[in-house]
Nanobody, 124 residues
Framework: QVQLVESGGGLVQAGGSLRLSCVAS????????MGWFRQAPGKEREFVAA???????TYADSVKGRFTISRENAKNTLYLQMNSLRPEDTAVYYC??????????????????WGQGTQVTVSS
């Protein structure tokens, strides 16, 4: 059974940093795309970043230059380093995994597996 478990969320002041982690289990995801989405109260789930098996990455415009996505295939682990956090980054952050070349990355329904989410709150 595939399972994704996020950790690292919390409360931080504006301008601060957090590092999210996501450990995947149940199969090997070394050839899969791994990504992060977020969902704020009353809003739709939105794409944050994605990384391919060989390290190619894509970011949402709103986080470019502030967030860095990375992965360790040997550990089936995904990371999101978040710097210069802003109040508008407040959301539940979700880890997701999917095979490559299966549709538009930014569309949540093209992703196969999801974690339970971790709350990130940025105070002003």
């Amino acid at each position: 059974q595939v399972q994704l478990v996020e950790s690292g969320g919390g409360l931080v002041q504006a301008g601060g940093s957090l590092r999210l982690s996501c450990v995947a289990s149940g199969r090997t995801f070394s050839t899969y795309v791994m990504g992060w989405f977020r969902q704020a109260p009353g809003k739709e789930r939105e794409f944050v970043a994605a990384i391919s098996w060989n390290g190619g990455f894509t970011y949402a415009d709103s986080v470019k230059g502030r967030f860095t996505i990375s992965r360790e295939n040997a550990k089936n682990t995904l990371y999101l380093q978040m710097n210069s956090l802003r109040p508008e980054d407040t959301a539940v952050y979700y880890c997701a995994v999917r095979p490559p070349f299966t549709g538009e990355l930014r569309i949540p329904k093209t992703w196969n597996y999801w974690g339970q989410g971790t709350q990130v709150t940025v105070s002003s």
